[in-house]
């Protein structure tokens, strides 16, 4: 079975993305959920390019948000 390997992803004040990998030294962004799915299979794909296969990658949304209990 491949590893996996899981991104934090945040999502910024402006909209968009940040993702960082926590077992490995892999950061991307994108400004849409498109494109940062597309930025991290590419660099994946660069951080194990001297490998024949690659981990499966899961996304964790970490959502802050303020909820004011009135």
Excluded: R
Excluded at 9 to 35: K, P, R, Y
Excluded at 39 to 49: M, P, R
């Amino acid at each position: 079975m491949k590893n996996t390997i899981i991104f934090e992803i945040s999502q910024e004040e402006d909209g968009g993305f940040v993702a960082e990998c926590l077992t490995e030294d892999i950061f991307t962004q994108g400004d849409t959920w498109e494109e940062l799915k597309t930025n991290i299979n590419e660099a994946v794909k660069g951080f194990y390019f001297d490998q024949s296969t690659y981990p499966n990658v899961k996304l964790h949304l970490v959502k802050n948000e303020m909820l004011v209990v009135k």
